[in-house]
């Protein structure tokens, strides 16, 4: 009877952390007051953009990642739609409903573009035609990555599988220990050369796409704390490679670099930003929690500069496009920052709803997709 009770509130314990931990996350907990979102101040454009194209996919409620390739925009709904866009003009190359709600997505090499649907299945799409799906074991909230024509698929108990691009077949799995708590965000997935480099937990890991292998893994950060709660660690896209480097955020705790052909830290620095990153062979550039942007020198770690302009805007990672930081917020505006020191260089509306990921880069264009489901192509001049 006492080991049923025990076991009983240790249940009753993780249940409780998980709904505190739910709590905090959407800000909700305690009833306490969100800060008043900083107000926008007039702006002056010093870098001009105009709206060029707008296309629509239906409201995103997932963590959605948008992928470009091959002068194409793979781009999905909650619902189950899938589309891949041409980038200069926005207009659909194919379109398909895959009548099962989506929990992730879209990876695509520009041929292949694969998703992951709620029902925990892999779902891979060419030319418009559903080609195979297949059964995963745990929930996926990672975009599958495509590749070498294989997907490789990022799930929540800290799995990595490969699958065949052609058949589905599944060609190895991954197999990490999982933890009591995760994260509804996406992780981190991505090829450095021949090794795919992975999240997993608070390390970046580094593994042979042909069968699985651990060639090297480094941590960026370390659990800490005494329960569940305090000791969830898991790394957030997206990340900044430049060749080697490859530079990742773990959730509200440090951010660090990786040299991905040794397998070895560069340098970690405490960090306490919920969103990715991006930058170049000189600066990082994130978001911090409560919506101040920094950038770090990606050398060694050292701050740049760091602004408040934009504080408790609800702000997406930031994408570095030219001379400009662009970064989404929760009322639906691309906020164009100096890459230099964070001033204001312009400000681009949408449809009013929160900016559902990081912009995108295709070629000279810009691109936003909006809660609402409206897509956004803007070209800078």
């Known amino acids: 009877m006492k080991f049923k009770l025990n076991r009983l509130l240790l249940q009753l314990g993780r249940a409780l952390a998980a709904i505190l931990f739910v709590a905090t996350l959407s800000g909700c907990f305690g009833g306490a007051v969100k800060p008043k979102p900083t107000e926008l101040q007039p702006v002056t454009p010093s870098v001009t953009a105009r709206q060029i194209w707008t296309a629509s996919i239906g409201p995103v409620k997932f963590p959605l990642q948008t992928t470009v390739a091959a002068g ?6 909650s619902d189950g739609t899938l589309a891949l866009l041409d980038t200069q003009t926005g207009r659909d190359l194919w379109r398909v409903a895959l009548a099962t709600p989506l929990a992730a997505g879209v990876g695509s090499d520009g041929k292949l573009t694969a998703v ?14 559903e080609i195979w799906r297949q059964k995963l074991n745990a929930q996926v909230f990672t975009s599958p990555f495509v590749a070498g024509g294989r997907v490789f698929v990022l799930a929540a108990d800290r799995s990595v599988g490969a699958f065949d691009g052609r058949s589905g077949s599944r060609l190895w799995t991954q197999q990490r220990p999982s933890e009591p708590l995760v994260l509804h965000q996406s992780g981190v997935i991505l090829a450095v050369g021949d090794t795919l480099v992975v999240g997993l937990a608070g390390r970046l890991a580094g593994l042979n796409p042909a ?3 651990v060639r090297w893994e480094v941590p960026i950060a370390s659990p800490r704390g005494i329960n569940d709660v305090e000791r969830l660690v898991d790394l957030i ?6 060749d080697d480097s490859v530079c990742a955020r773990a959730y509200q705790a440090s951010i660090g670099c990786v040299n991905a052909a040794r397998g070895s830290l560069v340098w970690a ?19 911090e929690s409560d919506g101040t942007v920094v950038s770090w020198r990606r050398s060694d770690g050292e701050l740049g500069w760091t602004t408040d302009r934009l504080r408790y805007r609800g702000l997406t990672a930031p994408l570095l496009a030219g001379r400009s930081l662009a970064i989404g917020d929760a009322t639906g505006f691309i ?12 400000r681009l509306a949408t449809d009013g709803s929160r900016i559902a990921a990081a912009p995108v880069l295709a070629g000279d264009k810009l691109i936003a997709v909006t809660r609402n489901g409206n897509v956004y192509g803007f070209q800078p001049e």
């Open 116 to 129: 992951v649907s709620r029902e925990n299945e892999v779902i891979a799409v060419q030319d418009g035609r």
């Open 269 to 287: 620095k405490p960090a306490a930003g919920v969103e990715g990153l991006s930058g170049d062979d000189r600066m990082l550039f994130g978001t």
């Open 335 to 346: 906020h164009l920052l100096s890459r230099e020191d964070g001033s204001l260089l312009n």
């Open 72 to 77: 194409t925009l793979a781009v999905a709904g």
């Open 211 to 213: 069968n699985g292998s």
């Open 237 to 242: 896209g997206p990340v900044s490679r430049h």
